[in-house]
């Protein structure tokens, strides 16, 4: 297998970046590569995917499998995936501002988790029931609600 230094020429011109955002490590997949930059993970195929709108990535010896904080769902095959487990984890990591568990009245909890832009400032709040609970559930997500807002005071966030 060919050894990269440098994302080549052509895959780093296809990367849709903002202003400033530059690779930091990258892996080649069947179909192009996974692109870890300052900002964002890239996918093939022109994917990108803000740190903060990541909810969890795991890898194993095929590749990335990885959920998004609105739901979404990626499997990227990669077998050499080099720096891009521990780059994404301390990426994804550095946009967590709170995350914290609180109890809700007899019913279990809640996990409360503020994230942001890399260098910028909090872009939202995300409401994690426990595994059991329905978010739906009207009484549960006024009591969430309230937890969310007893810490945002508590926490100047």
């Known amino acids: 297998m060919k050894v990269f230094r440098r994302l080549p020429a052509d895959a780093r011109r296809s990367l849709k970046t903002e202003p400033g955002e530059r690779v930091l490590t990258f892996a080649p997949s069947g179909d192009g590569y996974l692109v870890a930059t300052t900002l964002a993970l890239h996918l093939p195929g022109g994917g990108r995917i803000p740190y903060e709108d990541i909810d969890r ?82 009484g549960l997500r006024a009591q969430a609600e309230q937890a969310l807002e007893g810490l945002r005071r508590s926490m100047g966030v």
Request: aromatic share 4%; proline share 7%.
């Open 57 to 138: 990535a795991s890898w194993d010896e095929n590749g990335l499998n990885l959920i998004t904080t609105g739901g979404e769902r990626h499997r990227v095959g990669t077998t050499e995936p080099g720096l891009l487990p521990e780059t994404v984890r301390e990426r994804v990591n550095a946009t967590i501002v709170v995350n914290k568990h609180v109890d809700l009245p007899g019913r279990g909890g809640v996990r409360l988790v503020a994230r942001r832009r890399p260098g910028g400032e909090v872009t939202g709040w995300t409401l994690v029931f426990d595994d059991g609970l329905d978010p739906d559930d009207p």
